[in-house]
């Protein structure tokens, strides 16, 4: 036995034997273990069956496969997001680095867009999107998600309630004022339309606990807690912006144009199929969605959402 395989015996024995495991058990397990394959590893059958149309249109499927690949590209997000909130000792390049990785995948969605727009015929979307109703993007959990991992929740707050908000405010009076909410609820009467009632059946408790975990770990709150040298570092500052204006406005508006080629087709405005005012809810002009208020001027907060 050479030294590299000696070496690798014995560390192979300290890992187990760290753990109160026989490393001879494991040892011999290898030799009954099935050589791994890409399909096994990627469960490429399972993925490839998760896709089940409701229609006889054929675009339907692409409509799901796009939308397949957004959840995935969301998780990746929110696994990056997640390495800064549990990091106690948060270097300004790592952050960085980490945010610019975030960065890219929201890039990726943006440019994708151009496949909900050129990829699926006007006709076809008008019809199989009925089937849909209630069901509507605004349902994905893991963005909103990524919404409360990147920034204190004040600033998720519809703008008619964020003078009323206080740091003693509950997770649940900031829930029930989220800007979101406005999409599928009367704040005058309160009531929520089925779009909001059937996500918050599934969704609410565990938001109201995603909250609180994000309370002070989320990006924002992270980044004010750096040391002065940390946080004045240029290139965590452009990364942050960066994140920030890809996220609120480039993404948002590309969701917006694709959306509005559909629902615009016939000169008239229609409704999202779960229902919601969708020109009001997406354009980043009127909820001003901003994670990092405070890396902007005061000129670029006055004209956010315009020009776009």
Do not use: C
Not at 63 to 83: A, G, P, S, T, V
Request: glycine share 4%; proline share 3%.
């Amino acid at each position: 036995m050479n030294s590299k395989s000696e070496e690798l015996f014995q560390r192979i024995e300290e890992k187990f034997k760290a753990i109160d495991q026989n490393p001879d058990v494991h040892l011999e397990g290898l030799i009954w273990a099935k050589p791994i394959t890409y399909w096994d590893y990627i469960h490429t059958d399972s993925l490839l069956n998760l896709q089940i149309q409701r229609t006889n249109q054929p675009d339907e499927m692409v409509f799901i496969m796009y939308h397949q690949i957004n959840e995935l590209l969301f998780k990746m997000i929110l696994w990056e997001i997640d390495q800064v909130s549990e990091k106690q000792e948060l270097p300004a390049p790592y952050f960085a680095e980490k945010l610019n990785r975030v960065s890219r995948y929201f890039d990726m969605l943006s440019s994708s867009f151009s496949i909900m727009q050129e990829g699926m015929e006007t006709a076809q979307y008008l019809k199989f999107r009925n089937t849909l109703t209630p069901a509507s993007g605004f349902q994905s959990a893991q963005y909103r998600l990524i919404e409360f991992a990147s920034t204190e929740s004040v600033n998720l707050i519809d703008q008619r309630f964020r003078a009323s908000n206080n740091s003693q405010a509950s997770e649940e009076w900031v829930y029930e004022h989220l800007y979101w909410q406005a999409a599928g609820k009367d704040h005058a009467t309160g009531k929520k339309n089925t779009l909001i009632r059937l996500f918050e059946e599934k969704y609410k408790a565990f938001f109201l606990r995603k909250l609180k975990q994000y309370d002070t770990t989320n990006l924002w709150s992270k980044y004010k807690s750096l040391p002065e040298k940390e946080k004045s570092n240029a290139g965590l500052i452009e990364a942050m912006r960066h994140y920030d204006l890809t996220v609120n406005i480039t993404w948002v508006m590309a969701h917006y144009k694709a959306a509005e080629k559909y629902l615009e087709s016939d000169g008239k405005t229609a409704e999202a199929t779960g229902g919601s005012d969708w020109k009001k809810y997406m354009h980043p002009r009127y909820q001003r969605r901003i994670f990092f208020p405070d890396l902007w001027t005061r000129e670029e907060l006055e004209k956010w959402g315009h020009n776009v």
